[in-house]
C-alpha cells in the first residue's frame, strides 16, 4: 500500500494530507507472526518442562529442557514481546497523523502521534510567512530514501511524508509540485 501522502482539498484555502502511521498492513502481518511464532515456542519450551504436550500440532514432550527446552523459552519470550510491542504500536497508530495548509488562518499545522507519555501529541504550528521552499530529498543505493520536506526560516527542515516504503518518484515530484504551487513558495532538490 504506496498512499503516502493522500492530498485532500476541502477549499482552495485549506489543504490538508493524512499521514498513515504504524497502522499498516506490513505491521499488522508481522505483529501477527512474531505473536505467533514466540508463542509456539514458549509453548514447546513449558512443555518440555512439565512434560505435557501444550501444542496441538506437534509432541513437544520430546525435547530435552535443557538446553533444548530453555533455548525454545527464551526464543518464545522473545518473540512473544516483540509481538506485544508491535501490536501496542499499532493500536496507538504511532507516526500517524496529518500535514494541514490553511490559508484561512495563514497557519500550517504539522500533527503526529507518538508513543504514550507527556510527547503523545506532536503539534507544530508555524506561520505560512515563515515558509521558505519545499525540498525533496531523493537518495537511492542500498536504503533509498525519498521524501519531501518543509523548509522553516530559522528552524530548520520538516518531514512530511512517513516513514519507511519509499514512495515514486513520479508521485513524490507531483506531491512537491502541488504543495508548492499551493504554498507559492520554491521547489527545491529536483
Given at each position: 500500500m504506496a498512499a503516502p501522502i493522500a492530498s485532500k482539498q476541502a477549499s482552495n484555502l485549506i489543504l490538508r494530507q493524512p499521514i498513515l502511521g504504524a497502522r499498516r498492513p506490513s505491521n499488522y502481518f508481522w505483529a501477527a507472526i512474531s505473536t505467533a511464532g514466540g508463542v509456539g515456542f514458549l509453548l514447546a519450551g513449558l512443555s518440555s518442562f512439565f512434560q505435557i504436550?501444550?501444542?496441538?500440532?506437534?509432541?513437544?514432550?520430546?525435547?530435552?529442557?535443557?538446553?533444548?527446552?530453555?533455548?525454545?523459552?527464551?526464543?518464545?519470550?522473545a518473540g512473544t514481546l516483540l509481538g506485544l510491542y508491535?501490536?501496542?504500536?499499532?493500536?496507538?497508530?504511532?507516526?500517524?497523523?496529518?500535514?494541514?495548509?490553511?490559508?484561512e488562518t495563514g497557519q500550517?499545522?504539522?500533527?503526529?502521534?507518538?508513543?504514550?507519555?507527556?510527547?503523545?501529541?506532536?503539534?507544530?504550528?508555524?506561520?505560512?510567512?515563515?515558509?521558505?521552499s519545499i525540498r525533496v530529498d531523493i537518495r537511492e543505493g542500498l536504503n533509498p530514501k525519498r521524501s519531501l520536506y518543509l523548509r522553516i526560516k530559522g528552524k530548520g527542515d520538516i518531514p512530511l511524508t512517513r516513514v519507511g516504503q519509499p514512495i515514486a518518484l513520479s508521485e513524490l515530484e507531483n506531491q512537491g509540485a502541488a504543495l508548492a504551487?499551493?504554498?507559492?513558495?520554491?521547489l527545491e532538490g529536483l
Open positions: 504436550n501444550l501444542l496441538p500440532f506437534s509432541d513437544s514432550t520430546q525435547l530435552v529442557f535443557i538446553p533444548q527446552g530453555i533455548a525454545m523459552g527464551f526464543y518464545g519470550v508491535l501490536w501496542l504500536v499499532v493500536a496507538w497508530n504511532v507516526g500517524g497523523g496529518y500535514n494541514e495548509f490553511n490559508r500550517v499545522t504539522i500533527y503526529r502521534q507518538g508513543f504514550p507519555g507527556k510527547n503523545r501529541k506532536i503539534e507544530l504550528i508555524y506561520p505560512l510567512e515563515d515558509i521558505q504551487r499551493f504554498l507559492a513558495v520554491p
